[in-house]
């Protein structure tokens, strides 16, 4: 089994869609948890950090179940812009990290 | 966020020849850098971790003498790829380790060999 899952779409959603990305992740023992958005030929860029239940920042949301063991991110009223791909990364201890797949958006006009 | 910048962001060269990449924390320091290749619509693949003032910690299949890496400062590491073939040609990308867990990740180096 893998340490992160994700579901690697692709999502095409039109414009001002809300869309929810899910990510699951295998050691229980992860302490912290990270969405990243890339670009085509871009490096990753830090869209959030969550650490307790959840984070929101304007219209991203991240929420982290460590019942279940997963994290979501739900974008509210999409952009042209939001079009990328989204990474999960979860922190397990210190410098030990594992990245989904990634999971790719694409917002339609 | 932080600032984490990579140098050169492109480059090509010739089959044989040596290409060192340098990846620097601009406003913290950072004691663990990271060092990624991505192929075209993959994953991110680490290769290494890079630790200030010790050895690199490679990931099972990297060749440490391929790919020496240098974290002399809090502010810089390097890669260098010795005797690069064609097959290396990727996206390198670094990132640096902010407050224990948080990565902040360069702009990547796009490298070509011919």
């Known amino acids: 089994r893998k340490e992160v899952e994700q579901d690697p779409g692709p999502f095409n959603v039109p414009e001002g869609a809300t869309v929810a990305f899910n990510c699951t992740y295998s050691?229980?023992?992860?302490?912290?948890f990270f969405w990243y958005r890339q670009d085509c030929r871009k490096e990753p860029k830090l869209l959030m950090s969550?650490?307790?239940s959840g984070n929101e920042d304007g219209r991203f949301t991240a929420q982290l179940n460590r019942a279940s063991q997963y994290i979501s991110l739900l974008i509210r009223d999409s952009k042209l812009s939001d079009s990328a791909t989204y990474l999960c990364?979860?922190?397990?201890?210190?410098?030990?990290?594992?990245f989904g797949t990634g999971t790719s958006l694409t917002v339609i006009p | 966020g932080a600032v984490v910048s990579q140098h050169p962001s492109w480059v090509i060269c010739k089959s044989g020849t040596s290409v060192k990449i340098e990846c620097r924390s601009l406003?913290?320091?950072?004691?663990?850098m990271f060092w990624y290749r991505q192929f075209p619509k993959q994953s991110l693949m680490l290769m290494a971790t890079?630790?200030?003032?010790?050895?690199?910690?490679?990931e099972q299949g990297v060749e440490k003498d391929k790919f020496l890496i240098n974290h002399a400062s809090l502010t810089l590491s390097t890669l260098t790829v010795t005797s690069a073939h064609p097959e290396d040609s990727s996206f390198y990308i670094c990132?640096?380790?902010?407050?224990?867990?948080?990565?902040?990740f360069g702009p990547g180096t796009r490298l070509t060999v011919l």
């Open positions: 990132s640096a380790l902010w407050n224990t867990d948080t990565q902040y």
């Open positions: 050691n229980s023992a992860s302490q912290s």
């Open positions: 969550v650490y307790s």
């Open positions: 990364v979860v922190n397990v201890n210190g410098n030990q990290f594992y």
């Open positions: 406003d913290f320091q950072a004691t663990t």
């Open positions: 890079s630790n200030e003032g010790s050895k690199a910690t490679y």
